[in-house]
Nanobody
Framework: QVQLVESGGGLVQAGGSLRLSCVTAGRTFYTNAMAWFRQAPGKEREFVAGSGSAATHYADSVKGRFTISRDNAKNTVYLQMSSLKPEDTAVYFC??????????????????WGQGTQVTVSS
């Protein structure tokens, strides 16, 4: 059974950094689109960053501060977050499109999700 397992969340002060990891267990994933979404209390889930076969894409709110990367040998995708702001506080989810390498910013396009990891940025 394929699973996504996130780690790396926590509490950090504004201006600090965190690195989230998402491991795909059960199959190789190097041809799949991978993305990070987040959901803050009372808000809808939103796209943060994604990596497809030929491109990466970032939400405007994180561009220049967050970096998505992949280590195919480890079946892992990372989200390096820097210059964190209180408004970045949310549960962060990684997701994959099991049968597509086309990057989408819509959550409905992704058919496998991790359990989420909490990121809290204090002011």
């Amino acid at each position: 059974q394929v699973q996504l397992v996130e780690s790396g969340g926590g509490l950090v002060q504004a201006g600090g950094s965190l690195r989230l990891s998402c491991v795909t267990a059960g199959r190789t994933f190097y041809t799949n689109a991978m993305a990070w979404f987040r959901q803050a209390p009372g808000k809808e889930r939103e796209f943060v960053a994604g990596s497809g076969s030929a491109a990466t894409h970032y939400a405007d709110s994180v561009k220049g501060r967050f970096t998505i990367s992949r280590d195919n040998a480890k079946n892992t995708v990372y989200l390096q977050m820097s210059s964190l702001k209180p408004e970045d506080t949310a549960v962060y989810f990684c997701a994959t499109r099991l049968c597509s390498d086309y990057l989408s910013t819509g959550s409905d396009a992704y058919n496998l999700w991790g359990q989420g990891t909490q990121v809290t940025v204090s002011s």
